[in-house]
């Protein structure tokens, strides 16, 4: 797989939005919306709840063919660039008003990590 240069690429990309991944930071996600954003429990379910719909969306439009599409690298870039963008946007929200930038933030999040998974593993 090292010697391979779109193997190490995959795989080095993989590891990376893997660190960085919000599936992986919700838990101090929820730290911070209690503590600095004083949010109820009920509030934080309700925004995962909203946010969650991008898993269903990207896992329809990764199945659909966006590798088809867009072709296989071009997928794998769009993908990870769209769940960056969402992850700056949950880091970056404003304290007042935060929640559609959270939500937002969330499911751009959501809707690119299974098109990205599913075109790498194709």
């Known amino acids: ?3 391979h240069p779109a193997l190490r690429a995959i795989a080095g990309c993989t590891a990376t939005s893997n660190y960085f991944s919000p599936r992986c930071c919700r838990p101090c996600c929820s730290c911070t919306l ?24 990207g896992r329809a ?18 993908s990870i660039l769209v769940s960056a963008i969402g992850t700056a946007v949950i880091g970056f929200s404003p304290r007042t008003h935060a929640f559609p930038f959270i ?6 999040a959501s809707f690119g ?4 998974n ?4 194709t």
């Open 103 to 108: 939500v937002g933030g969330f499911v751009l």
């Open 61 to 78: 439009g990764g199945r659909a063919g966006c590798s088809v599409r867009l072709r296989l690298g071009r997928t794998i870039w769009v």
């Open 118 to 121: 599913i075109a790498q593993v």
């Open 1 to 3: 797989m090292l010697g």
């Open 34 to 57: 209690v503590r600095r954003l004083h949010w109820s429990a009920g509030l934080i379910g309700v925004m995962f709840m909203i946010a969650n719909v991008g898993f269903p969306r």
């Open 113 to 116: 990590g299974p098109i990205y």
